[in-house]
């Protein structure tokens, strides 16, 4: 547990915000900022009373780590976004690149050159100056994690110009080389804080500062009253760990908490039916699959894995586990994503497809037998469905619910002790992004070794090229085409199974204003405000 004091004194820096240069062009736009989320009358000229102090937020999932490069979840990612600066940011309304904690940035005409400019007199929470060093430092660090390897491997140069300018070299054009810097595992850590101190990674330049965490409990933070843009109209927010559905909405009826995350979808019409209290409904762009480990016996049988497809009953799942409030998801990318192919053939539920595929496959019905592991109440409804029809094909399944800790142990251990396990792909920002982490390889010592967050332990030399290709391809027809075929390579191959996307519901107080409610579930607190009584 750390505990951190903030005794900041920040210049106030007026920033010009410039967009990205196109290719060769000189064209600039002034895209909005942060503190455009901020409720009406907030920013460092509002009276502090006029709002609640301390707001709550009960949370299904854990804080895991302080640590940006350490995770890539959910949980730890809307910490990062108010403890730390990326270099850039994506305006979660628009999908457009807008600045962080740089104020312009300009393109080289052959894509390969970013040069960026941050304001001079920028600070760390504990008051300690953030310059372009610690920036080179932190991309640097990014190349050893898992999480954050990706993200950088096309830099092959970074050169500090001065303290407020920095130039960064990519080997080759990359449609999506910011969208990736902008990516909140990439926010700027302390190069002497980090080296001097085992937890100094958790000191940013952001809007709060973490104040005490203790894991599995809470995670208090506390506003930056220096911070160099608008300052949060709340002096201090938690997250407060509360695993169960039904009593993180007991809490919001009673005023323990004053935002209830995730309730039960068949308790959503008490808050609606109360008066001090409101439903908020967020269209979810994050798909749910079966992440099927393609290493495992059985499972590394292609035909095996199109029996699953044919017997997952995507709609029935929805009724069971989202009380019907979903949409049935057949690509492998998040809707809304650039290449989502609209025609991708589809494994309707066919019990007499799957049971052809199984015998295809050279197993008998009856012969295997695998394990799904899975979190909430909402997948352990999905899953009895699962097992129920996989039985029908003569695939038995064990089920395994697990706190949502040990669940992405499992997931993130070197063993990979897993076979199949429900799980959602989170981002939905660059295509690059998403197909490359979650069905890529990289060559580390003369073979193929997933990446990150490829569940499905997919190693194919084949697929990287064809996601190599489409990154740098400049035409934007023709680099859709090339994600078409991804989807459609995937879809041969069968890796994964997608299953649906849900809604994303929120309990909250009336009045509560400022937050960037997101499809992703990464939503943005930072400006959260709730007026007082």
Known sequence: ???????????????????????????????????????????????????????????????????????????????????????????????????????????????????????????????????????????????ESSFTKTKVDLITGINVVDDTHIEITISKPSQEFLTLLAHRSMSILSEALVKADEFGYQVGSGVFAVDEWIPGDQISFLRNDGYRGTIAPTRSIIFRLIKEESSRLVALQTGEIDVCIDPLVTDLGYIEDDSNLELIKVPNVVMLYIAINNKKPGLDNVNVRKAIAYATNKEAMIIAGYNGEGTVHNNFINRGQFGLYEDLPVYEYDLDKAKAALAASGYAEGQLKFNVIYNGSAKENIALVLQEDLSKIGINLELSKLETAALKGILNDAALDYELCLYQWTDADGTDFTVRNMYGSSEQGGKLVKNGSNRAVLEDAVLNKMIDDALVELDTAKREQMYYDIELYLNEIMPVVPICTSMINIGVKKGLDGVKWVGTAKHDYRYIALPEA
């Open 1 to 143: 547990m750390k505990h951190i004091t903030k005794t900041i004194a920040l210049l106030l820096c007026t920033l010009m915000l410039l967009g990205l240069a196109a290719c060769g062009g000189g064209n600039t736009t002034s895209p909005s900022t942060p503190a455009a989320n901020a409720p009406a009358g907030s920013g460092s000229d509002a009276a502090p009373a006029s709002y609640q102090d301390t707001i709550i937020i009960g949370v299904a999932n854990d804080v895991t780590t302080l640590d940006p490069q350490g995770s890539n979840t959910d949980s730890n990612m809307m910490v990062f976004a108010l403890t730390h600066d990326t270099i850039v940011e994506i305006d979660p309304d628009t999908g457009e690149i807008i600045p962080g904690l740089a104020t312009e940035w300009s393109m080289s005409s052959d894509g390969c050159v970013f040069s960026f400019t941050i304001p001079a007199g920028v600070t760390f929470t504990d008051g300690t100056p953030l310059t372009t060093n610690d920036i080179k430092y932190t991309y640097e660090r990014a190349a």
